[in-house]
């Protein structure tokens, strides 16, 4: 195993030492329970976003904590759920009496310590909205979910729910457009090589040099098919094709192309599937009206990428074009 890191225990506590270092103008970060919180936290009378994973995803979800995005974010341990009292830690800090809206990715350890934390904040008077992230179209149960995982449509979620948030939204509307975000998205990912947590040591998963993974989970978790390299126009087909067709998008769609790296894969490579994922697109009459192309919901250093696709509207354009300022995702201001 080589990676630039001190020892395996104390990863994600050095991770975010580093993060509180770097952003000062942008977050607080809280230790035991660990939480990051935007640095005006709370901002009175607005709906407080909070989010959460096991770490190992970044950007997501910390660097999307700041203004137009999430008031808080809480890590767990790499590819492990945060625990209930961080979240709710980080929803007591975030309450600025609007209500806070908590956004889920489907993964059992995450929805349960959701659960148990938002059962907590409403003992003590405050509304929490729990918004479930489902998008992942590869398989419908997993090592990790009962249903779809909740991968690339998260990030969007958060993106978009932000800007209601910051508008002055109230509770119920916050949550529902990020619902709508997810009932308006689908995803498909795929790996080339496997990623190595650290306290393993060794890789999670074994992919002989000529094969690929088509629909795997952002924690390694097997797909839909293993199968040999193949270019690219062919690989975007087999992860655009159940995408499209699960929702399904149609002829006269606008939508928001969402190309990630799964950690490992240069932006050289993104550009190129983006090429291919218009070219797939403009053939079926579905125009991509808004783009990101990038790291930004990683697992370690997987070589791989996911798409996801949402459809749009005016609405969703405009909450999608807010001014956004955080560590990861900024413009407009």
Partial sequence: MKKLINR?????????????????????????????????????????????????????HGGFVGIGMLDAACPGEVFTSPTPDQMHEATRAVNGGAGVVHIVKNYTGDVMNFEMAAELARSEGIDVESVLIDDDVAVQDSLYTAGRRGVGATVLAEKIGGAAAEEGRSLKEVADVCRKVDDNARSMGMALTSCTVPAAGKPTFELGPDEIEIGIGIHGEPGRERRKIAPAKEIVEML????????PFKSGDAVLAFVNSMGGTPLIELYIVFNELKKFLDGRGIRIARNLIGPYITSLEMQGCSITLLRLDDDLIRLWDAPVKTAA?????
């Fill in 240 to 247: 655009a094709t159940p995408i499209v067709e699960d929702l």
């Fill in 8 to 60: 395996p225990q104390d990863v994600v506590r050095e991770e975010l030492e580093g993060i509180a270092a770097a952003h000062p103008d942008l977050v607080r970060v809280h230790f035991d329970p660990n939480y990051i919180v935007r640095v005006d936290a709370p901002v009175q009378g607005k709906v407080g976003l909070v989010s959460g994973g096991g770490s190992g995803h970044e950007p997501m």
């Fill in 329 to 333: 995702l900024r413009w407009g201001l």
